[in-house]
T-cell receptor, first 112, second 109 residues
Framework: EAQVTQNPRYLITVTGKKLTVTCSQN?????MSWYRQDPGLGLRQIYY???????DKGDVPEGYKVSRKEKRNFPLILESPSPNQTSLYFC???????????FGSGTRLTVV | EDQVTQSPEALRLQEGESSSLNCSYT??????LFWYRQDPGKGPEFLFT???AGEEKEKERLKATLTKKESFLHITAPKPEDSATYLC??????????FGKGTRLSVIA
């Protein structure tokens, strides 16, 4: 089944403790992206990648890092999480700019 | 800067009561406009892509249309299972996909 897989689905952590949210897609898509979704603010792009080793900042990149060492994986790294990064995070991939994104099921992160 | 505005924020319909959702956009050059459906706590599910003014796409009770300034998602004779948040997004080629805040649709039996 074609899908984008994120892990974990739920995560509660403490301020400053480094964490990684994994994302993997099995569709051989070149484009991958991370979004966060907050009430009243909608979906906002954090980072995106157009190919292996090619990443760029989205609208809200502060406090986040990404890497794209393999085509299928696009992990999101929070080096020192803060409470304002509490949010619902989505990873997504698409075949090309002419196609819509396929989204993962989401990771609900709480930073206390 | 690319902008997407969706209206209304929330819409409550009786089962069978047709209506339309609006997505107004401002982009430097539209490569594509996308409609998604999102159920609570889940990832958005892709519905349609529209590329040029005058284009229409249909899927079951949903029909999406596109003009040079806006897109409409028409819902014909909705059922309770159509209840969800509907998201619109535009791609201008500058940065991939800018999303609107969505319209929360409730269909009451």
């Amino acid at each position: 089944e074609a899908q984008v897989t994120q892990n974990p689905r739920y995560l509660i952590t403490v301020t400053g403790k480094k964490l990684t949210v994994t994302c993997s897609q099995n569709m051989n898509h070149e484009y991958m992206s991370w979004y966060r979704q907050d009430p009243g603010l909608g979906l906002r792009q954090i980072y995106y990648s157009m190919n292996v080793e090619v990443t760029d900042k989205g609208d809200v990149p502060e406090g986040y890092k990404v890497s794209r060492k393999e085509k299928r994986n696009f992990p999101l790294i929070l080096e020192s999480p803060s409470p304002n990064q509490t949010s619902l995070y989505f990873c997504a991939s698409r075949e090309s700019l002419n196609y819509g994104y396929t989204f993962g099921s989401g990771t609900r992160l709480t930073v206390v | 800067e690319d902008q997407v505005t969706q209206s209304p924020e929330a819409l409550r319909l009786q089962e069978g009561e047709s209506s339309s959702l609006n997505c107004s956009y401002t982009v430097s050059g539209l490569r594509g406009l996308f409609w998604y459906r999102q159920d609570p706590g889940k990832g958005p599910e892709f519905l349609f892509t529209l590329y040029s003014a005058g284009e229409e796409k249909e899927k079951e009770r949903l029909k999406a249309t596109l003009t040079k300034k806006e897109s409409f998602l028409h819902i014909t004779a909705p059922k309770p299972e159509d209840s969800a948040t509907y998201l619109c997004a535009v791609d201008s080629g500058n940065t991939p996909l800018v999303f609107g805040k969505g319209t929360r649709l409730s269909v009451i039996a």
